[in-house]
């Protein structure tokens, strides 16, 4: 009785060695490898890839957006359209406007040559503008992709609203050729540049903002259309107000 005691006594006070349960087996890590980092994207990439591989190279911008790159390319850009632009000006006669205008011949050559002289200011005055424009038109989708459900960030918005802007690139040879060979048609011929690339500007926004904000297609069509819709209401609200204020002071025989 005593000896089965004293063994009692020992289980209870931990004196016997405990026996290990199975150790737990480790997770099974074998043949799961980390996703590599991709390198970043360089300049020709970003170009090229936006223009001719938006899917894939949006997909990319969004993991890790290119901000400084992309100031650089768009700033680059806006300089180098509006010096263009200016330049077909001064080319194809901007003393015509200011015979337009009223002005006399003098004048009017006179107003040709100040307005070259400005060339470089009004660049930059262009420059700081689309700057301005790019970072509050970029806030306001943000807020509107927020407010269709999307989840992103303002700063991958304000990256993939510069890049949505590279097919304006084609329009500054487009410019120039148009001038050059056939100043007649050139009017025409860009106008229908510069539609073909706002659409192409307003796709390569679509495949952004839904990638930046995992938004479905339809959703970042949306997001693109409201602050048109937004503006062409006002007006219509605008017109429709005028109207009958104007209306209203007009005399009952008319």
């Known amino acids: 009785m005593s000896e089965f005691k004293d063994d009692l006594t020992r289980d209870v006070s931990g004196d016997l060695p405990v026996t290990p349960g199975p150790a737990v087996p480790p997770a099974v890590t074998e ?3 980390p996703e590599p980092q991709q390198p970043p994207l360089k300049y ?7 223009l001719f591989d938006p899917v894939q190279t949006m997909k990319r911008v969004v993991q890790k957006p290119p901000l400084g790159t992309t100031l650089i390319i768009v700033i680059l850009l806006a300089l180098a359209g509006l010096l263009t632009s200016l330049y077909i ?11 337009e205008m009223g002005l006399p011949l003098h004048h009017a050559m006179f107003f040709s040559r100040a307005l070259r002289a400005a060339a470089p200011v009004l660049a930059m005055l262009g420059a700081v503008f689309y700057f301005v424009k790019w970072f509050f038109y970029s806030a306001l989708l943000h807020l ?19 890049l949505a802007g590279l097919p304006e690139v084609f329009l500054i040879p487009l410019n120039v050729l148009t001038t050059l060979i056939s100043p007649a048609m050139a009017t025409t011929v860009n106008t229908l540049g510069g539609i073909v690339a706002l659409i192409w500007g307003v796709v390569l926004l679509t495949i952004g903002l839904r990638e930046a904000h995992r938004l479905s297609t339809g959703r970042a ?3 693109i259309f409201t602050p048109v819709l937004a503006v062409i209401v006002l007006a219509l609200i605008t017109v429709v107000v005028l109207v009958s204020a104007m209306s209203a002071f007009m005399p009952p025989a008319w």
């Open 31 to 33: 043949g799961i490898q």
């Open 44 to 50: 020709y990439e970003i170009i090229y890839g936006v």
């Open 89 to 99: 000006y001064a080319r194809s006669g901007p003393s015509d406007l200011g015979l």
């Open 144 to 162: 509107l992709a927020d407010f269709y459900g999307g989840r992103g960030e303002a700063r991958t918005v304000f990256v993939v609203y510069g």
């Open 221 to 223: 069509l949306a997001v």
